[in-house]
T-cell receptor, first 109, second 116 residues
C-alpha cells in the first residue's frame, strides 16, 4: 500500500461547482500535511498547509482527520484557473516529504 | 530573486551516457532535494541534503549520485544512463525546519530527460 493515496481522478467539473478531493495516509506518526498545486508541465507550488483545526483560504478549505488518517481539500465556486493537479503531501519529524500521486482537476466553461 | 533554477531544461541521452543536472537556489536554504516524477507515481525522492557538504539517500537513489559542495548548489549525476531514468527531474529547497518539521519546499522548473 502506498504511504499516501489520493482520489484517482480526473475530476471534470463546470465553472462555479464545488469539488472535494480526499487523501489518505498510512503512517499514524505523520505530523505535517500540505496541499500542493501543479499546473501542466510546471513545478509543484504550495497551495496551503493543513492544520488540525482545519483552515480556509478564500475558496479553499482544508480538513484533517487524524483518527481516520485522511485529509481533504474543498474548492468552492471553481474557476477555470483552478484546473491543475492537486498533490497531497505528508511528513513527520525527521523524515522527508511524501507526495501522493495527485488528482487532476479540469474546470470546464 | 530567481528562486530555484535548474539546468538544463531538456536533455536526450543515449543509454550508457553520463550527465549532470545542476540546481541552484538563492534563498539561502539549508535543505535541498532531488525528485523524479513519473506518470501515476507522484514525486519520488532521489537524494537530499540538509546542509553544505552533506547528502543522504532518498526513496530511489540507485543509479544517481549527488554533491553539495556549495550551499546554493545541488548537483545530480547519472553515471550510466538507462531508459528507466527517463523522467522529469525536479529540484527543491526549503529552510531548515524548526522542531524538525520541514517548511515549504520551493521547486525549480524541472528537467525533462529522455534516455534512448
Amino acid at each position: 500500500r502506498k504511504e499516501v493515496e489520493q482520489d484517482p481522478g480526473p475530476f471534470n467539473v463546470p465553472e462555479g461547482a464545488t469539488v472535494a478531493f480526499n487523501c489518505t495516509y498510512s503512517n499514524s506518526a505523520s505530523q505535517s500535511f500540505f496541499w500542493y498545486r501543479q499546473d501542466c508541465r510546471k513545478e509543484p507550488k504550495l497551495l496551503m498547509s493543513v492544520y488540525s483545526s482545519g483552515n480556509e483560504d478564500g475558496r479553499f478549505t482544508a480538513q484533517l482527520n487524524r483518527a481516520s488518517q485522511y485529509i481533504s481539500l474543498l474548492i468552492r465556486d471553481s474557476k477555470l484557473s483552478d484546473s491543475a493537479t492537486y498533490l497531497c503531501v505528508v511528513t513527520r519529524y525527521g523524515q522527508n516529504f511524501v507526495f501522493g500521486p495527485g488528482t487532476r482537476l479540469s474546470v470546464l466553461p | 530573486n530567481a528562486g530555484v533554477t535548474q539546468t538544463p531544461k531538456f536533455r536526450v541521452l543515449k543509454t550508457g551516457q553520463s550527465m549532470t543536472l545542476l540546481c541552484a537556489q538563492d534563498m539561502n536554504h539549508e535543505y535541498m532535494y532531488w525528485y523524479r516524477q513519473d506518470p501515476g507515481m507522484g514525486l519520488r525522492l532521489i537524494h537530499y541534503s540538509v546542509g553544505e557538504g552533506t547528502t543522504a539517500k532518498g526513496e530511489v537513489p540507485d543509479g544517481y549520485n549527488v554533491s553539495r559542495l556549495k550551499k546554493q548548489n545541488f548537483l545530480l549525476g547519472l553515471e550510466s544512463a538507462a531508459p528507466s531514468q527517463t523522467s522529469v527531474y525536479f529540484c527543491a529547497s526549503s529552510y531548515s525546519g524548526t522542531s524538525g518539521i520541514y517548511n515549504e519546499q520551493f521547486f525549480g522548473p524541472g528537467t525533462r530527460l529522455t534516455v534512448l
